[in-house]
């Protein structure tokens, strides 16, 4: 595609429940990553994939936070039982590989929770 | 761990005016630099990067930064800002791994 895209752009759910947010990266691009960016703060590093694998995962912030990307393109980021404190904007990005950080963000999307 | 600071959280500022936004991180070892603009309702935009050579880099819409290893400092400059340059500014910096550590972000706004 011709840029990162993101869905959905807005999403509300009830504390305790499990959300997923999708990731579609620039075609050809294998390196992937999840930024989580709060109300005026920059964003924090969750999650790093290079091709399939999880190259870094040091960022996710607990168990509850989990992400796959079974074909090396496609990403979901999965949350289980989400809290309010989970509420932030999500933001995925791209680079052709690891090695050239220059990296393309989507659009994000927007976690309330309530 | 690495740390990216930007001294600025606000900038007000007229058309015309030069503007000049700061950033420091902590890290010893190489270091790739970035700074990434984020347009009101739209998402984050590389502006400029920096990864060797030329410690002086010219990025998009006449924005220059400038690599100091010695103060490690990467400041963002433009000697004469446009309206359209409201927008929020964040410094990046990768330095061992891949991800980057980004600043808490400085928002520009210029008057017309």
């Known amino acids: 595609g011709a840029g990162v895209s993101q869905t959905p752009s807005n999403k509300v759910t009830e504390k305790g429940k499990y959300v997923e947010l999708r990731c579609d990266p620039i075609?050809?691009?294998?390196?992937l990553y999840w930024y989580r960016q709060s109300l005026g703060q920059g964003p924090e590093f969750l999650i790093y994939?290079?091709?399939?694998?999880?190259?870094?995962d040091s960022g996710l912030p607990n168990d509850r936070f989990f992400a796959v990307r079974p074909e090396g393109s496609v990403s979901t980021l999965k949350i289980q039982r989400t809290e309010r404190g989970d509420s932030a904007m999500y933001l995925c990005a791209s680079s052709l590989n690891g090695g050239k950080p220059e990296a393309f963000f989507g659009q994000g999307t927007r976690l309330t929770v309530v | 761990a690495q740390s990216v600071s930007q001294h600025n959280h606000h900038v007000i500022l007229s058309e015309a005016a030069s503007l000049e936004l700061g950033c420091n991180y902590s890290?010893?070892?190489?270091?790739?630099l970035f700074w990434y603009v984020q347009y009101p309702g739209q998402h984050l935009q590389l502006l400029l990067k920096y990864f060797s050579g030329d410690p002086l880099v010219k990025g998009i819409k006449g924005f220059e930064a400038e690599f100091i290893k010695s103060k490690f400092s990467f400041n963002l400059r433009k000697p004469s800002v446009q309206w359209s340059d409201t927008a929020e500014y964040f410094c990046a910096v990768k330095a061992a791994g891949n991800k980057l550590t980004f600043g808490g972000g400085t928002r520009v706004l210029v008057k017309p």
């Open positions: 075609s050809g691009h294998t390196a």
């Open positions: 890290y010893g070892g190489t270091v790739n």
């Open positions: 994939f290079q091709g399939t694998g999880a190259a870094d």
